[in-house]
């Protein structure tokens, strides 16, 4: 395909199917299925990357791709600099949305939830466990500050290389995890002629309750 034919180009979704009677009943459970086989996918560039939106004070919306580090029955965690702007609209409206999308599986989950900062202490589990210069990143990038140029940002890290030369590179205070804790799931397959199969989670009292959406 190329530019001239998007508003063109179709494709047929027949990867797979998504069924009220097969599925896990708790999402976390499907999610795991899922992402196992996404994992599992041959030339699946990072399929624990997902869309994190926010909202600012103003009511814009703002949407960024991280990476999930982690996840259980209290949610799914990622990191980041809290004094971004994300970091700032998380902690304002204490409220997140997440979408995996996997193409190569013509499938996507989208995660709608309450969010919070982690731990100190997970955040500085997380932190020892990454490669030396990511940990100087954290550091050297004041994130969705302005800054003048790339070779700023290439003299930071370096100093900060300089500065943690001989000690193990501590996590940085305003640098940590959220986890979103999800009130709601959706489950999404492509199917044929575009008539996909859409298998929502909402939460009823202490279970989880499944529902079929119209695509």
Known sequence: MNANDIGTSRISY?????????VARDP???FKIWLDEAVATEGLIEPNAVSVS??????QPSLRVVLLRGYDERGFVFFTNY??????????TGKAAMLFYWGALERQIRIDGSVARISADESDKYFAKRPRGHRLSAWASKQSSVVPDRAFLEAQMREED???????VPRPPYWGGYRVAPHAFEFWQGRRNRVHDRLAYVRDADAWKIERLSP
């Open 14 to 22: 027949e990867k797979g199917a998504l069924d009220e009677a097969t």
């Open 28 to 30: 976390f459970a499907q």
């Open 54 to 59: 926010s909202v600012a004070p103003d009511g």
């Open 83 to 92: 004094e971004s702007r994300k970091g700032h609209e998380l902690d304002g």
């Open 162 to 168: 300089e500065r943690f030369k001989d000690v193990e």
